[in-house]
């Protein structure tokens, strides 16, 4: 193998030229040159297994009182993840519903009541991080919407199954069709 203007340049095993990409030199032959290779490619490996455990996070704290620990995840099945949006904070493992969780737990060690803490987040978050929002006249959309898309979707089928029938006119039988019918039923009756 040797170094031309152009690249690297070799013979492959059945002898004819090409030109290489310096990359590709330590697989050049049909094998992986080296032991150095062998080694760093073992390095880049173990790298990415023991990658997992220096991104692993600490357990999310749980308040020392088992009834206050309780309430906080019952409040926390109510309200949802603004990250997520699909979870309850309760559920999620963003960093925002963690941080939403602690504050749950420090406002009901202050004392606070579950209907003023959903208060607050209602005040600061909007009606959105409700998990199941009430009725009234700026969440009637979230109510009522996916029943209006599926009457829309039910029109629409109907609509197209009504149109496809017009579309298609019936052509009566030929003469010949209409015998060979005939013939069929006739001998689907002498079989009975």
């Avoid at 013979?11 to 032959?29: D, N, Q, R, V, W």
Wanted: some cysteine; hydrophobic content about 45%.
């Amino acid at each position: 193998m040797r170094k031309s203007s152009s690249g690297y340049e070799g013979k492959s095993p059945e002898g004819t030229s090409f030109g290489a990409h310096p990359l590709m030199l330590p697989y050049i032959g049909g094998h992986f040159g080296s032991s150095e290779m062998a080694f760093k490619l073992f390095a880049l490996l173990l790298g990415f297994m023991l990658a997992g455990a220096v991104l692993a996070k600490e357990a999310p704290t749980v308040a020392a009182d088992p009834v206050l620990e309780k309430r906080a995840m019952v409040l926390a099945e109510e309200l949802r993840c603004l990250v997520c949006q699909n979870q309850t904070i309760a559920d999620s493992h963003a960093e925002l519903a963690i941080d939403l969780k602690n504050q749950i737990r420090e406002k009901l060690k202050a004392g606070m009541s579950e209907a003023q803490i959903i208060d607050y987040m209602v005040a600061r978050y909007g009606d959105f991080v409700l998990y199941r929002p009430p009725v009234k006249a700026t969440t009637l959309p979230l109510w009522i919407g996916p029943f209006a898309l599926l009457f829309a979707a039910l029109a629409g089928l109907f609509f197209y199954i009504v149109r496809r029938r017009r579309s298609t006119p019936e052509q009566p039988l030929s003469e010949a069709d209409e015998a060979r019918v005939r013939s069929l039923l006739e001998a689907d009756e002498e079989r009975r």
